[in-house]
């Protein structure tokens, strides 16, 4: 696991420079931050154990990852572990419960913070299967954990690196490290699949309608 350098201040005057603007310098960059890791890298700074202990709750995540599949969500888990216990459970739940806010990390860390009977989560970390969005980059921060952990990049609304990394703004009174790469490939996998197994899906129906509208042509 390679430790980049310690993020900057991008920005000291607000008028500098535009959030589209940083957006880009930070993705151009990679992942800033005060210890952004990644996993794709040499392994300098992640104990054997520690290394499988992250891929276990990971694991977990991925658990509840597939409980979403099961529901027809698009495959997402995260757990809060405190102490070496998980605190808190989720999977993305946006479309049966009609809330766009019911991604797999808030799901969690709202639970997190029951179980603590606190909304700070200092001593808590996060595993999440995908790179959490900028909505999740908020409320992580808003939470206090003290670290999360993702498995797969999600290219166009990650806000953990990909697009940028809110974690690290230094403008922020609290900045998250983050390591990425655990699991990854079955975090990666469970998406190719779901979406697959969808795109073949809505061609049948496609299929089956342009058979029923035939059909339905014969009679008139």
């Known amino acids: 696991m390679k430790e980049l350098k310690e993020g900057q201040n991008l920005r000291k005057n607000p008028d ?5 603007e940083l957006g880009k310098e930070w993705g151009t960059k990679g992942k800033q931050g005060l210890v952004a890791s990644s996993l794709t890298g040499e392994d300098a700074n992640m104990s054997a154990k520690n290394l499988k202990d992250a891929e276990y709750f990971m694991s ?23 102490q070496g216990k998980v605190i808190g459970r989720g999977h993305n739940k946006r479309e049966s419960s009609y ?3 019911s991604h797999a ?4 860390i709202n639970e997190a913070n029951k179980n603590l009977n606190a909304w700070r989560l200092t001593d808590c970390d996060l595993y999440v299967t995908l790179e959490p ?20 990049r999600d ?14 703004d230094q403008r922020f009174n609290h900045q998250v490290p983050l390591t990425e790469g655990i699991c990854q490939e079955q975090c990666q996998q469970l998406l190719s699949n779901f ?26």
């Not at 990390?105 to 969690?108: R, S, V």
């Not at 999740?136 to 952990?149: D, E, M, N, P, Q």
């Not at 290219?155 to 690290?168: D, F, P, Q, V």
């Not at 299929?207 to 059909?215: C, E, G, N, S």
């Open 99 to 101: 809330l766009a806010t």
């Open 60 to 82: 977990l995540a991925i658990e509840e990852a597939k409980k979403a599949e099961e529901i027809g969500e698009v495959p997402i888990g995260a757990v809060v572990v405190y």
């Open 105 to 108: 990390e808030l799901l969690a």
């Open 195 to 220: 979406f697959k197994t969808l795109r073949q899906r809505q061609q049948k129906l496609k299929k089956a309608r342009q058979v029923t509208k035939r059909w339905l042509g014969n009679f008139k």
């Open 155 to 168: 290219e166009k609304a990650g806000c953990c690196g990909s697009l940028m990394n809110l974690l690290a």
């Open 16 to 20: 500098e420079k535009t959030y589209s």
């Open 133 to 152: 969005c900028p909505m999740c980059s908020g409320a992580i921060i808003l939470s206090r954990l003290r670290h999360v952990y993702f498995g797969a």
